[in-house]
């Protein structure tokens, strides 16, 4: 294929399963450039002219790790565009947490053609870092969010992410439209909160079970002064008698 007269995106992607599980599947995706809108935010965004961004793309998915991967470009062919999809991520990744996309491309160097690598980290606090062969390298044209919210794939709110890489020479790369590998990884959901406050209470489960434990134990010791209490009323005459209001007090506590 050559750059500018590109009809149809066709290129091969390499997904690996966010969990670290050795999981990969290669698709080749073809199709005209979407008629909607593209908004490199991390979401499915609503158009201005009704329609919503990625309804017309045919998306990829790999059932082993529930996720789906959208590929389209514009109608001038000068940007390719992804939605990665994940959703069995159900927890907004953390800011330091990242979408980790890499790919090869070709490109002149020296007046050789180099094959380069890319990795991309779009992180959740709105930033993004870029290496090309393991080096920082400005984004110049290429961009990229994290988003998270619901899908066409899935009605829980889950991470999504997009990326908007040139197709025209310019830096601080080029996509080569050359059937090369793509991959994207993603962090697990951190594990349930052990304490979650229910909705509408003030002190957290752990804390409710802790005081209900105190409540339980002094309970107990109530119950058993005043069993004492009550045995000093029978024998008063062993010197009891003063102590036993306080003791029969502590069964009301």
């Given at each position: 294929?050559?750059?500018?007269?590109?009809?149809?995106?066709?290129?091969?992607?390499?997904?690996?399963?966010?969990?670290?599980?050795?999981?990969?599947?290669?698709?080749?995706?073809?199709?005209p450039?979407?008629?909607?809108?593209?908004?490199?935010?991390?979401?499915?965004?609503?158009?201005?002219?009704?329609?919503?961004?990625?309804?017309?793309?045919?998306?990829?998915?790999?059932?082993?790790?529930?996720?789906?991967?959208?590929?389209?470009?514009?109608?001038?062919?000068?940007?390719?565009?992804?939605?990665?999809?994940?959703?069995?991520?159900?927890?907004?990744?953390?800011?330091?947490?990242?979408?980790?996309?890499n790919?090869?491309?070709?490109?002149?160097?020296?007046?050789?053609?180099?094959?380069?690598?890319?990795?991309?980290?779009?992180?959740?606090?709105?930033?993004?870092?870029?290496?090309?062969?393991?080096?920082?390298?400005?984004?110049?044209?290429i961009?990229?969010?994290?988003?998270?919210?619901?899908?066409?794939?899935?009605?829980?709110?889950?991470?999504?992410?997009?990326?908007?890489?040139?197709?025209?020479?310019?830096?601080?790369?080029?996509?080569?439209?050359?059937?090369?590998?793509?991959?994207?990884?993603l962090?697990?959901?951190?594990?349930?909160?052990?304490?979650p406050?229910?909705?509408?209470?003030?002190?957290?489960?752990?804390?409710?079970?802790?005081?209900?434990?105190?409540?339980?134990?002094?309970?107990?010791?109530?119950?058993?002064l005043?069993?004492?209490?009550?045995?000093?009323?029978?024998?008063?005459?062993?010197?009891?008698?003063?102590?036993?209001?306080?003791?029969?007090?502590?069964?009301?506590?």
């Amino acid at each position: 294929m050559r750059r500018g007269t590109v009809l149809c995106v066709e290129l091969y992607v390499l997904l690996l399963c966010a969990f670290g599980l050795p999981f990969s599947a290669a698709a080749q995706i073809s199709g005209p450039p979407s008629a909607a809108c593209h908004v490199t935010d991390g979401r499915f965004t609503a158009c201005s002219n009704g329609t919503t961004e990625w309804s017309d793309v045919q998306p990829v998915a790999f059932p082993a790790s529930d996720s789906y991967l959208y590929v389209s470009q514009d109608s001038a062919h000068t940007f390719l565009y992804l939605m990665y999809d994940f959703p069995f991520r159900t927890a907004p990744l953390a800011a330091t947490d990242s979408v980790h996309i890499n790919f090869d491309t070709v490109e002149p160097i020296s007046g050789t053609p180099k094959l380069v690598v890319y990795d991309i980290f779009i992180f959740g606090n709105g930033q993004m870092q870029i290496l090309q062969q393991g080096k920082p390298t400005p984004p110049g044209n290429i961009t990229g969010a994290a988003g998270f919210g619901v899908s066409p794939n899935s009605a829980t709110p889950h991470v999504t992410a997009e990326l908007q890489v040139p197709l025209l020479a310019g830096p601080p790369s080029t996509y080569s439209p050359d059937p090369l590998f793509w991959g994207a990884t993603l962090p697990p959901s951190p594990p349930p909160d052990p304490c979650p406050t229910d909705p509408g209470k003030t002190y957290n489960r752990c804390v409710k079970a802790y005081l209900n434990n105190q409540l339980a134990n002094a309970a107990e010791l109530a119950a058993a002064l005043g069993l004492a209490g009550g045995l000093c009323s029978t024998v008063g005459a062993l010197g009891c008698i003063l102590l036993e209001p306080g003791l029969l007090s502590l069964a009301f506590v």
